[in-house]
Nanobody
Framework: QVQVVESGGGLVQAGGSLRLSCAASGSWSTINTMGWYRQAPGRQRELVAT???????NYADSVKGRFTISRDNAKNTVYLQMNSLKPEDTAVYYC?????????WGQGTQVTVSS
């Protein structure tokens, strides 16, 4: 079984930056996908960015050019560098880990961007 733990959320002014981290532990596979989703109040959870263990990335159009996902495969940790943050980026950000037998969500970390 795999567990993931996020860190790095917080309160930031518009235009600022935050970096989220998510570490997977347990029986994780070297072939996997890790990524970030977010859910704002009253809205459905949506994809932010994902990256496979092979390096392929996928971004939501709304964050392209502002957010960067990266990984440390040796630590099975994924990062989300968020720059030029906007109030509409305010949400709970969830880490997700998937491999051939696991699909796991983290507990979420709050990101609040003030105008």
């Amino acid at each position: 079984q795999v567990q993931v733990v996020e860190s790095g959320g917080g309160l930031v002014q518009a235009g600022g930056s935050l970096r989220l981290s998510c570490a997977a532990s347990g029986s994780w596979s070297t072939i996997n996908t890790m990524g970030w989703y977010r859910q704002a109040p009253g809205r459905q959870r949506e994809l932010v960015a994902t990256q496979t263990s092979g390096g392929t990335t996928n971004y939501a159009d709304s964050v392209k050019g502002r957010f960067t996902i990266s990984r440390d495969n040796a630590k099975n940790t994924v990062y989300l560098q968020m720059n030029s943050l906007k109030p509409e980026d305010t949400a709970v950000y969830y880490c997700r880990y998937t491999d051939y037998r696991n699909a796991v969500w983290g507990q979420g970390t709050q990101v609040t961007v003030s105008s």
